[in-house]
């Protein structure tokens, strides 16, 4: 069955620093899909990015930014010049092409980001 | 548009009192998901259904039912609440597989 390793519970930063969020996952399919998913104090979740497997072109959306790697089986998060409104908690997900209605959630990690 | 709306927000349960939780969307997804958030574990998929009248069980369904009457909602059900079950529940739906799912605001239960 598919898994997803986010190893990382905690992670404090001040402001302006950059942090990379990792994710590691595990699944024997070779069409998946990979997401990343905030969700801020507020506690609702709130969708970030979605990539397949056959698209390994990083992605770069204004301050967030993903690196996905096969071969490390990897889809790491990256935040540059983080703020405030960063502090969430982020979940990486992955679902399975032969099993597309289980999406499996890392257990999240927790950003805190201090002014 | 709401998107995917959720009642109650928040509710107390005695062990052993049965609820009943709604998630209503308004985007016409055919996809509809709960899942329940427990500290440290991530959100685990507990039933789903890919369309009106179907339902599948996910990773932990035991101790809930649902049911999907009609394309917007998805009920799910918790016949006798047990202590275990209290949790934060999400309701997602997505357009078609392997889509992107759009959740809910949660509730948030507690057991008694």
């Known amino acids: 069955a598919q898994k997803v390793t986010q190893a990382q519970t905690e992670i404090s930063v001040v402001e302006k620093e950059d942090v990379t969020l990792d994710c590691v996952y595990e699944t024997r399919d070779t069409t998946y899909y990979l997401f990343w998913y905030k969700q801020p104090p507020s506690g609702e979740l709130v969708f970030l990015i979605r990539r397949n497997s056959f698209d390994e072109q990083n992605e770069i959306s204004g301050r967030y930014s993903w690196n996905f790697q096969k071969s490390t089986s990897s889809f790491n998060f990256t935040i540059t010049a983080s703020q405030v409104v960063d502090s969430a908690v982020y979940f990486c997900a992955l679902s399975e092409a032969g099993n597309n209605n289980d999406m499996r959630f890392g257990a999240g990690t927790r950003l805190t980001v201090k002014p | 548009n709401a998107g995917v709306t959720q009642t109650p927000k928040f509710r107390v349960l005695k062990t052993g009192q049965s609820m009943t939780l709604l998630c209503a969307q308004d985007?016409?997804?055919?996809?509809m998901y709960w899942y329940r958030q427990d500290p440290g574990m991530g959100l685990r998929l507990i039933h789903y259904s890919v369309g009106e009248g179907t339902t599948a069980k996910g990773e932990v369904p035991d101790g809930y039912n649902v049911s999907r009457l009609k394309k917007q909602n998805f009920l799910l059900g918790l016949e006798s609440a047990a202590p275990s079950q209290t949790s934060v529940y999400f309701c997602?739906?997505?357009?078609?597989?392997?889509?992107?799912?759009?959740f809910g605001p949660g509730t948030r239960l507690l057991v008694l």
């Open positions: 997602a739906s997505s357009y078609m597989e392997w889509e992107t799912q759009y």
């Open positions: 985007m016409n997804h055919e996809y």
